[in-house]
């Protein structure tokens, strides 16, 4: 039997279910795949609407067994529309769909019963107001769910990969997490990762948190005290492991060659790089779950929503990622 593959539509008064409804509309033939959307019937109607496309049949179901043949299903979790839904504008019932849309494909996941998850942006204040406070987002429900004690986000574009030591942590947090320990096991789970996906020894460079990777002490001592010791950890393990090196220049490195994966120590660290790199091809994976989960590498974009101006290409490259990370991991098996 084939299992499908889900994908979450995100919030509602976002653009998730519009980039959505344009990927769908784009496919020639058809889904050449069980493809099982989570989320709503109306939400993802609203979408086509705002992006002036004609959605292809798809079935209700309840369960991802009944999702087994090539084709666009859809598990609606919440059918009635709320009678103030705006988009654009926060809201505590598209912040509960949006994660038990979540919820429900990890679990799925988890269970074997699909193929992984693939996910469109959900709205951190819409969560919070939904009552999920400890959730700031995808990362983190995952954890939760899954018990994983250690995960991280890999952000991919054509010729670059970067995986992020941090990402939902204020910049002062974010440096005070940089530290040997840390550093040494989010290089160990990368290394991990990347063998799981294909690649027999990876090349991983670590950015310098300070100008200029610290200028010997004189900018900050988290090189000297952190991340030097760290690398050294990581190589006396056999990983191939170079820096802390200067952020302004190592991005530009991988994306010459020199390296498989870049690990940035905090969100925008390593977010700038890549957007700045190929913004509407760039995707995310979350490492350290027993799934595959991607997803698209933007927010839900609540100024544009409901303009049927969002671009799917990015959704596009997140499914694309997902099957290949898929295809992989089932020939390492």
């Not at 997490?177 to 690649?199: A, P, S």
């Not at 952190?226 to 820096?243: K, M, N, S, Y």
């Not at 698209?296 to 596009?316: N, Q, Y």
């Amino acid at each position: 039997m084939n299992k499908a593959l889900a994908i979450t539509m995100g919030d509602p008064a976002g653009v998730g279910p519009e980039v959505l409804a344009k990927m769908l509309a784009g496919q020639q033939s058809g889904s050449r795949q069980p493809l099982l959307l989570i989320g709503a019937r109306w939400a993802l109607q609203a979408g086509a609407v705002a992006a002036g496309v004609r959605l292809p049949q798809i079935k209700d179901v309840d369960h991802p067994g009944d999702a087994s043949e090539p084709g666009v299903y859809l598990a609606d979790l919440l059918p009635q529309k709320p009678a103030d839904f705006t988009f654009g504008k926060v809201d505590a019932t598209c912040g509960d769909l949006a994660v038990r849309s979540v919820e429900q494909a990890a679990r799925w996941c988890i269970d074997g019963l699909v193929t992984g998850m693939v996910t469109c942006p959900i709205n951190k204040e819409a969560i919070h107001a939904a009552g999920y406070v400890n959730d700031i987002g995808h990362q983190e429900i995952l954890s939760r769910l899954t018990g994983a004690g250690w995960t991280a986000t890999m952000l991919m574009t054509t010729g670059l990969k970067v995986v992020h030591l941090s990402t939902h942590k204020s910049l002062i947090e974010a440096a005070q997490y940089v530290t040997r320990d840390n550093v040494l096991e989010k290089l160990r789970l990368t290394d991990r990762t990347l063998k799981t996906w294909g690649l027999k020894n990876p090349r991983i460079a670590v950015a310098a948190l300070n100008p200029h990777g610290g200028e010997g002490g004189l900018l900050g001592r988290e090189e000297i005290d952190e991340l030097i010791p760290a690398v050294a950890d990581a190589c006396a393990l056999g990983l191939r492991v170079t820096g802390p090196l200067p952020a302004d220049s190592v991005f530009n490195r991988a994306i010459a060659g020199e390296f498989d994966v870049v690990m940035a120590l905090y969100h925008d660290q390593g977010h700038i790089a890549i957007k700045v790199h190929d913004f509407h091809a760039s995707t995310t994976a979350t490492m350290g779950i027993p799934f595959v989960r991607t997803s698209v590498d933007h927010g839900t974009a609540f100024d544009i929503a409901g303009r049927g101006i969002a671009d799917e290409r990015g959704l596009i490259a997140a499914l694309d990622v997902a099957n290949a990370l898929i295809s992989a991991e089932l020939a390492r098996l």
